[in-house]
C-alpha cells in the first residue's frame, strides 16, 4: 500500500474495505481506541468518507462575539483536496454544519466532513451530494454558542486523537481515524482480511459451521 496516489488509495478503500475490517487490524496493532464516539452517523445510510483529517476546534462561547464564528471562514478556506474537515464540538447545543459550510468544503475539494456536533439545513446539504457525519440535526445556530477556535491542530474527539494527515474513514458503522505511520499495514492487512471473510462466508454458506470455519481459517 506504498504505490498510488490519495486520490487513488480513497477509491481503493471506499471500493473494498468497511470501518469493521479496519478497526479488527488497528486492534491486532494494539490500536484499541481509533473509532469516534457512535453517536457519530452518517446522514444516509449509504454515505462513506476516506481522506486526510484537517482537525478543527470548536468552543463554547456565550453571546455575540467580536469575529462571530472565529476562524471558521478560515478553516474552510484551508481545505485542500482529499481532506476531511474533522471538528471537535463543545458543550453548547447548536449546530456545526450546514449548506453554505457543504458548498464551500465541496468546492475545495474535500471529500466530506465529520462534526462532533449537530448539523442543519439537512435538506440542503442532502442535495449536495457531499458526505457528512454528525450527531444529528438541529437547527439552532452557532453565531453566539460555539466559535471555532483553532484548525489545523491535533485535537482530540471522544478520547480519540487526530493529527493532521491521518486518515478518516466512515461509513454506516462509524468513523475511524488510522495513525498515518501504520496507515500503509492496516490497509495491506485489511484487504487480506476482507478477502478472508469473503471466503468464510462462502464455506459457511456451502454448509460449515462456525466453530470449523473459525478454526481452519481464524476469521469470524
Not at 484499541?32 to 449509504?46: D, K, S, T, V
Request: net charge negative.
Amino acid at each position: 500500500m506504498t504505490q498510488g496516489s490519495d486520490a487513488e488509495r480513497f477509491a481503493l478503500i471506499n471500493e473494498k474495505l468497511y470501518t469493521a475490517v479496519l478497526g479488527d487490524i488497528l486492534d491486532q496493532l494494539g490500536f484499541y481506541h481509533q473509532f469516534l464516539p457512535p453517536e457519530i452517523r452518517p446522514l444516509l445510510p449509504g454515505m462513506r468518507v476516506a481522506g486526510r483529517a484537517m482537525p478543527v476546534l470548536v468552543a463554547d462561547v456565550f453571546g455575540p462575539q467580536t469575529k462571530p464564528f472565529g476562524y471558521l471562514t478560515e478553516a474552510l478556506d484551508a481545505l485542500q483536496p482529499g481532506e476531511v474537515y474533522l471538528a471537535r464540538g463543545g458543550a453548547q447545543e447548536a449546530a456545526m454544519w450546514g449548506e453554505i459550510l457543504t458548498a464551500t468544503a465541496q468546492m475545495r475539494g474535500a471529500t466530506g466532513a465529520v462534526v462532533h456536533g449537530f448539523h442543519r439545513d439537512t435538506a440542503k446539504v442532502l442535495g449536495q451530494g457531499f458526505p457528512v457525519f454528525s450527531t444529528g440535526t438541529y437547527a439552532q445556530d452557532s453565531s453566539a454558542r460555539t466559535i471555532v477556535r483553532d484548525y489545523g491542530v491535533g485535537i482530540e474527539v471522544g478520547g480519540v486523537s487526530v493529527t493532521p494527515g491521518d486518515l478518516v474513514v466512515g461509513d454506516i458503522d462509524g468513523v475511524l481515524v488510522i495513525p498515518r505511520a501504520v496507515e500503509d499495514e492496516v490497509l495491506a492487512r485489511a484487504l487480506e482480511k476482507a478477502s478472508a471473510e469473503n471466503v468464510v462466508r462462502a464455506a459457511i454458506e456451502n454448509g460449515m459451521s462456525a466453530t470449523e470455519a473459525f478454526r481452519a481459517y481464524g476469521v469470524l
